[in-house]
Nanobody
Framework: QVQLVESGGGLVQTGGSLRLSCAASGRTFAMYAMGWFRQAPGKEREFVAT????????IYADSVSGRFTIVRDNAKNTVYLQMNRLKPEDTAVYYC?????????????????WGQGTQVTVSS
C-alpha cells in the first residue's frame, strides 16, 4: 500500500518562502517519479513540478520555474518542494503524487497515488 503524507504548508506573506515535504512508504521509493500538483478553489488541479526516480531530472511549470525547486532524498523516502518568492496566486492546496514510472508527467490523470494535500496561503 503506497502512502504519501505531505507537511509544511501554512500562511506566508508575499515574497516569503515555504518548504513542503512528502514522506512516502509502501514500495521502493527511488524507482519511481515524484511530483507536486496544486489546486486552487474553483480551479482544476495543475502541475507544479516533477522529479525522476534518481533525482537527476526535473521539470517545472512555467509559473513556478526559477522560484520553486523539487528535490528528493531517497535515503529518507522523502521529496521536497522549496518555494521561494511566493505570490498570492500560489495559494492552493498542494498535493504530492507518485506514479508507476521512473519518469514524471505533467498530466494529473497519469499519476497513480496521491497524498491528502497541504494548504499554502500567500497573503498580499
Amino acid at each position: 500500500q503506497v502512502q504519501l503524507v505531505e507537511s509544511g504548508g501554512g500562511l506566508v506573506q508575499t515574497g516569503g518562502s515555504l518548504r513542503l515535504s512528502c514522506a512516502a512508504s509502501g514500495r521502493t521509493f527511488a524507482m519511481y517519479a515524484m511530483g507536486w500538483f496544486r489546486q486552487a478553489p474553483g480551479k482544476e488541479r495543475e502541475f507544479v513540478a516533477t522529479i525522476t526516480g534518481s533525482g537527476a531530472h526535473t521539470i517545472y511549470a512555467d509559473s513556478v520555474s526559477g522560484r520553486f525547486t523539487i528535490v528528493r532524498d531517497n535515503a529518507k523516502n522523502t521529496v521536497y518542494l522549496q518555494m521561494n518568492r511566493l505570490k498570492p496566486e500560489d495559494t492552493a492546496v498542494y498535493y504530492c503524487a507518485t506514479r508507476d514510472d521512473y519518469y514524471g508527467s505533467r498530466r494529473a490523470q497519469e499519476w497513480n497515488y496521491w497524498g491528502q494535500g497541504t494548504q499554502v496561503t500567500v497573503s498580499s
